[in-house]
C-alpha cells in the first residue's frame, strides 16, 4: 500500500479578509481549494487564521492544533500575541476538524479509524494542506527563512512529516505527542472508540484489532523502517501500513538540533511509551518535561508564545511585553461559547 505526500503546486487563489484588528495586528481569514487529490466531502477547503503585525514582520510561524475542536481557540489568542511583537503566525484548520470535518463524521475521527485507507486519506490530505498553506504564506510574501513550526498533539505528529518532506521548516517544536502507533490506537484515551469497536467484534485485513500481534511486527520491523529512504517507505508493501503515518519513521530524516520537544509529565492522553518512543528517534534534540496533563497547558500558552520568540531569535524586552500583555478582548472573542 502506497502513500504520496506530494502534491501539484500551483498558484494559489484565496477568498480572504481582515475580521479582527488589535493594536499591533490584524488577523486574515483565508480560504482556498486544497491541493489534495481527493479530499473526502466537506474538507476540500484550506480554511486559514493568519495574524499579521501592522508593523515590522520579524518571523514567521504556523501552529498545528491537535485533534478535535477547542484547543484551536486557544491557538488563536496566542497567535494575536505573537503578531503583536512582530512574528506573523498562522493556524490552518486541519481536514477532518473543526470547521473542515467531513461530511457524517466528527472532529478528529478519520484520523484513528481503524480503516487505514480512510486514514491514509486523511494523514496525506493534512501534510498536503500543511506545504500547500506554505505556499500560500510564500506566495504573499509572509514565509520568512526565519521560522518555526509547532504541533500539538496530532499537530505534532504532521510536523515530525511534513518537516521530513518540507525543507523550508526551519525550527519545530513537539508539544505534547508521541509516535508508535499501536501504542496510540490500543492504550490512547484519544482513541477509546476504536477499541470499543475492536470489542464489538470489528476487525480487519491488517490486524489493528490484535493487539500482541500489532505490537510484535512492530518490533520486529521498526529497524528495517528506520534505515529506509523515502521512496523505500511510502512504496514497500512488506511493512506494516501504519509506519507510513507513524512519527517515528521519519524522525532519521530530521535535522534534531532544531527539534525541541515539550512533553507533558502527567499526559493522559497521549501514552508513555509513545511519547518516549518519538523522544528516542530523537536523539539530540532538545526535551523539557513540564509537571502538567495533556491540556493543562492551553490556558497558559502565553509561556509558549514566549518560547516561540526564543527559538525564532526574538528576544527583546520590548516584544516580549507585548506577548505577556493581556487583551481583554481578544480572550473574549476566542474563549467565547
Same mark, same amino acid.
Given at each position: 500500500?502506497?502513500?504520496?505526500?506530494?502534491?501539484?503546486?500551483?498558484?494559489?487563489?484565496?477568498?480572504?479578509?481582515?475580521?479582527?484588528?488589535?493594536?499591533?495586528?490584524?488577523?486574515?481569514?483565508?480560504?482556498?481549494?486544497?491541493?489534495?487529490?481527493?479530499?473526502?466531502?466537506?474538507?476540500?477547503?484550506?480554511e486559514l487564521y493568519s495574524f499579521e503585525p501592522k508593523k515590522e514582520t520579524r518571523a514567521?510561524?504556523?501552529?498545528?492544533?491537535?485533534?478535535?475542536?477547542?484547543?484551536?481557540r486557544f491557538l488563536l489568542w496566542m497567535g494575536s500575541h505573537l503578531a503583536s511583537a512582530?512574528?506573523?503566525?498562522?493556524?490552518?484548520?486541519?481536514?477532518?476538524?473543526?470547521?473542515?470535518?467531513?461530511?457524517?463524521?466528527?472532529?478528529?475521527?478519520?484520523?484513528?479509524?481503524?480503516?487505514?485507507?480512510?486514514?491514509?486519506?486523511?494523514?496525506?490530505?493534512?501534510?498536503?494542506?500543511?506545504?500547500? #498553506? !506554505?505556499? +500560500?504564506?510564500?506566495?504573499?510574501?509572509?514565509? &520568512? /527563512?526565519?521560522?518555526?513550526?509547532?504541533? =500539538?498533539? $496530532?499537530?505534532?505528529?504532521?510536523?515530525?512529516?511534513?518537516?521530513?518532506?518540507?525543507?523550508?521548516?526551519?525550527?519545530?517544536?513537539?508539544?505534547?505527542?508521541?509516535?508508535?502507533?499501536?501504542?496510540?490506537?490500543?492504550?490512547?484515551?484519544?482513541?477509546?472508540?476504536?477499541?470499543?469497536?475492536?470489542?464489538?467484534?470489528?476487525?480487519?485485513?491488517?490486524?489493528?484489532?490484535?493487539?500482541?500481534?500489532?505490537?510484535?511486527?512492530?518490533?520486529?520491523?521498526?529497524?528495517?523502517?528506520?534505515?529506509?529512504?523515502?521512496?523505500?517507505?511510502?512504496?514497500?508493501?512488506?511493512i506494516h501500513p501504519l509506519f507510513k503515518i507513524d512519527p517515528l519513521s521519519y524522525a532519521?530524516?530530521?535535522?534534531?538540533?532544531?527539534?525541541?520537544?515539550?512533553?507533558?509529565?502527567?499526559?493522559? #492522553? !497521549?501514552? +508513555?511509551?509513545?511519547?518516549?518512543?518519538?523522544? &528516542? /528517534?530523537?536523539?539530540?534534540?532538545?526535551? =523539557?518535561? $513540564?509537571?502538567?496533563?495533556?491540556?493543562?497547558?492551553?490556558?497558559?500558552?502565553?509561556?509558549?508564545?514566549?518560547?516561540?520568540?526564543?527559538?525564532?531569535?526574538?528576544?527583546?524586552?520590548?516584544?516580549?511585553?507585548?506577548?505577556?500583555?493581556?487583551?481583554?478582548?481578544?480572550?473574549?472573542?476566542?474563549?467565547?461559547?
Amino acid at each position: 500500500m502506497k502513500i504520496d505526500f506530494n502534491y501539484d503546486r500551483k498558484r494559489i487563489n484565496a477568498t480572504e479578509g481582515y475580521i479582527l484588528k488589535g493594536a499591533n495586528y490584524r488577523c486574515n481569514y483565508a480560504r482556498f481549494e486544497s491541493n489534495y487529490k481527493s479530499p473526502a466531502p466537506g474538507t476540500e477547503m484550506v480554511e486559514l487564521y493568519s495574524f499579521e503585525p501592522k508593523k515590522e514582520t520579524r518571523a514567521s510561524v504556523l501552529l498545528l492544533h491537535g485533534l478535535g475542536s477547542r484547543n484551536i481557540r486557544f491557538l488563536l489568542w496566542m497567535g494575536s500575541h505573537l503578531a503583536s511583537a512582530g512574528v506573523h503566525c498562522s493556524i490552518p484548520v486541519l481536514p477532518g476538524n473543526y470547521t473542515r470535518v467531513e461530511h457524517n463524521s466528527v472532529s478528529g475521527r478519520s484520523f484513528l479509524y481503524p480503516d487505514i485507507n480512510n486514514m491514509f486519506r486523511f494523514w496525506e490530505h493534512a501534510v498536503v494542506d500543511i506545504r500547500s #498553506t !506554505i505556499d +500560500f504564506l510564500e506566495q504573499k510574501g509572509a514565509w &520568512k /527563512e526565519n521560522n518555526c513550526i509547532m504541533g =500539538y498533539c $496530532l499537530g505534532g505528529m504532521l510536523s515530525a512529516i511534513t518537516a521530513s518532506v518540507d525543507k523550508r521548516i526551519n525550527q519545530i517544536i513537539f508539544m505534547t505527542t508521541g509516535g508508535y502507533f499501536p501504542k496510540i490506537i490500543h492504550e490512547s484515551r484519544a482513541a477509546a472508540f476504536v477499541r470499543k469497536q475492536f470489542e464489538n467484534g470489528l476487525k480487519d485485513e491488517y490486524y489493528l484489532y490484535d493487539k500482541e500481534r500489532l505490537y510484535e511486527t512492530y518490533e520486529n520491523q521498526l529497524s528495517k523502517v528506520k534505515n529506509m529512504c523515502r521512496l523505500e517507505l511510502f512504496s514497500d508493501n512488506d511493512i506494516h501500513p501504519l509506519f507510513k503515518i507513524d512519527p517515528l519513521s521519519y524522525a532519521h530524516f530530521l535535522d534534531k538540533s532544531k527539534i525541541t520537544f515539550i512533553d507533558a509529565l502527567f499526559d493522559e #492522553t !497521549i501514552p +508513555f511509551g509513545s511519547r518516549v518512543s518519538l523522544f &528516542k /528517534e530523537m536523539k539530540g534534540a532538545t526535551r =523539557y518535561v $513540564l509537571p502538567m496533563t495533556h491540556g493543562s497547558w492551553l490556558p497558559f500558552e502565553i509561556f509558549l508564545a514566549q518560547y516561540i520568540l526564543f527559538k525564532v531569535n526574538i528576544s527583546d524586552k520590548a516584544s516580549l511585553k507585548q506577548v505577556r500583555k493581556k487583551v481583554k478582548l481578544d480572550r473574549e472573542f476566542f474563549y467565547r461559547d
